[in-house]
């Protein structure tokens, strides 16, 4: 009789990995002598030029104590939630928007600062079907956009929006769709070699009010693949004690791009190593 060969799950390898580890840390020279068994797991995230390889451990199921097993609090959902959703959103932006492609602050005039949080969102929905309406006049294609919103009920945060666009109307007439505010602030986005991840990271920072963001349906979503046998254990620590090797093999298993940083997170229970890195394409 065949015996059935167990399978590995996942555990919650972010929360888990939380030492960071430095190129010269000799932590690496003892504390990689591990005691239970895994395997690696390449997660490859791609977005438009930019690509995030994550590389961290799933074990055996008897193997995975009950304080590795994902939180199921409400705090602690929430906060993944809101994690995931900002990681979600950097993608997002990334996959879909380009240099040249505009960022424009919406403003409201004090009379007509909305009350809460659904008339600011009401609010956009009429400005962004006036846009539609005026491309579809021209015969042209629907704007591609995301926008957040910031709203406070203390006003402690003055009610705004943030909307990155990709559209072929001039954007001074859509800023003139806007009916509600003036001073309105606009600039053309520009790559850098993280994409438009660091205007991304500005707009998902942790807020002082509710931030909320919609997005159009016409826009593409990252394309996530996983690989169980990319990276073994073995060269995974190789790489974690000798980090110059990163470069080399995040390179070699990823043509066409170049890598621009990664790090190195250290389960607090066991010491294994997750390696996170971030490449752009060439």
């Known amino acids: 009789m065949t015996r059935k060969k167990e399978k590995y799950i996942e555990s919650d390898y972010e929360r888990l990995h939380d030492l960071k580890l430095n190129h010269d840390d000799e932590y690496i020279n003892h504390n990689l002598e591990i ?12 977005a438009g030029p930019i690509r995030e390889v994550e590389i961290y451990p799933v074990y055996k199921k008897n193997e995975i104590p009950d304080e590795w097993k994902p939180k199921k609090s409400k705090e602690a959902q929430r906060n993944l939630n809101d994690k995931n959703a900002r990681k979600n959103l950097i993608r997002l932006i990334n996959t879909n928007f380009k240099t040249g492609d505009y960022l424009i602050t919406l403003n409201y005039s004090d009379y007509n600062l909305p009350s809460d949080h659904e008339q600011a969102k009401k609010n956009m929905q009429n400005f962004i079907r006036r846009l539609n309406y005026h491309l579809k006049k021209r015969n042209l294609e629907k704007a ?59 707009l998902t920072k942790d807020p002082k009010g509710k931030k909320r963001w919609c997005s159009s349906n016409n826009l593409k979503k990252p394309k996530i693949t996983k690989s169980n046998t990319k990276f073994s254990k073995k060269r995974v620590h190789t790489m974690t004690r000798f ?40």
């Open 35 to 46: 005691r239970n068994k895994c395997n690696y797991v390449t997660k490859t995230v791609t």
């Open 144 to 202: 591609k956009y995301i926008y957040i919103t910031e709203h406070s009920v203390t006003n402690k945060i003055r009610c705004h929006h943030h909307l990155i666009i990709s559209t072929e109307l001039p954007i001074d007439e859509v800023e003139a769709l806007w009916k509600l505010g003036r001073r309105n602030n606009m600039k053309k986005l520009n790559c850098d070699e993280l994409g438009l991840t660091g205007i991304g990271t500005y």
């Open 243 to 282: 980090q110059h090797l990163i470069k080399q093999d995040m390179e070699k298993n990823n043509p066409g791009y170049v890598l621009v940083d990664y790090e190195i997170l250290i389960n607090k229970f066991n010491g294994r190593p997750y390696i996170y890195t971030r490449m752009r394409r060439l």
